[in-house]
């Protein structure tokens, strides 16, 4: 059966402080049996927030992560550092990175290879843009962006991808996708990966949703039969609202 995943990203937001206090905020949260919990705070933040969650089910995951092994790559961080904090699990390929950053499709495969080649976890994000969606390109620029990346994938991989579907459009901005319209993009996605691979991996990869859920959405969109939970950047930072989130995609 797929996993039901609830992930906090929290960006480069919280000091050292702010960031215990949220986790310990976060581990009142029990009886959460049937969602896998994970949050990502930043980099310098990792080891402790790993390490307040020894006895958690809650998952530290990291934003990013470098397709290299090591070596002369100044200001960034390897899979072979994560791994020894005791993280196995990353974000690839948020919008951020790719708008800001400039990660092509090209870097994020390698990125995805790299990370599943040495045994990591990902969470490879996609989406399209506003102006992709108004013209009603939307599904045509979701399958090229998982084409050049993930559907280039080996097949034993998939047990190690969780897909983000997140409309650039809706993250940050207060404007959510409804739940027809995320319901509508995961069940391509998920025709997109059962064309490529088979039907057992489509329907074992959970495909998580996210842009601008908050507590009043999240059950609506959650209760689609594609959504499989969702990502969530701002209301994350809420213990209260992430909470929420967590709660009301808990089917017990
Ligand atoms: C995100 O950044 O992944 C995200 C979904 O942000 P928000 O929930 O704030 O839209």
């Not at 050292?16 to 206090?21: A, F, H, R, V």
């Not at 397709?67 to 974000?91: D, F, H, P, R, W």
């Amino acid at each position: 059966m797929r996993k039901k995943i609830v992930a906090g990203n929290w960006k480069m937001n919280n000091d050292l402080n702010q960031t215990i206090d949220l986790i310990n905020e976060l581990k009142e949260l029990k009886n959460i049996k049937d969602v896998s919990v994970m949050i990502a705070p930043a980099y310098p933040f990792l080891k402790t927030s790993h390490d307040l969650l020894e006895d958690s089910p809650i998952e530290v995951v990291s934003q990013n992560v470098h397709q290299k092994s090591n070596g002369a790559y100044t200001g960034e961080v390897s899979i072979e550092m994560l791994q020894s904090i005791g993280v196995s699990t990353t974000l690839i390929g948020h919008s951020e990175r790719r708008a800001y950053f400039n990660e092509s499709d090209d870097v994020l495969l390698a990125k995805t290879e790299f990370a599943l080649d040495n045994n990591f976890n990902i969470i490879f994000c996609f989406g399209e843009e506003l102006s992709d969606r108004k013209s009603k390109k939307h599904f045509e620029i979701v399958k090229i962006q998982l084409d050049n990346t993930v559907m280039k994938i080996k097949k034993e991989s998939w047990k190690n991808i969780i897909l983000a579907y997140e409309p650039v459009w809706a993250i940050g901005t207060g404007e959510t996708a409804s739940p027809e319209q995320a319901q509508e993009m995961h069940e391509f996605i998920r025709n997109c990966v059962e064309n490529t691979f088979d039907k057992s991996i489509s329907e074992e990869v959970s495909i998580l949703y996210g842009g601008s859920v908050k507590p009043s959405n999240a059950n609506e969109i959650f209760n689609k039969k594609d959504v499989d939970g969702g990502l969530i950047g701002g209301a994350s930072l809420s213990a209260k609202d992430f909470k929420l989130i967590i709660e009301a995609n808990s089917s017990l």
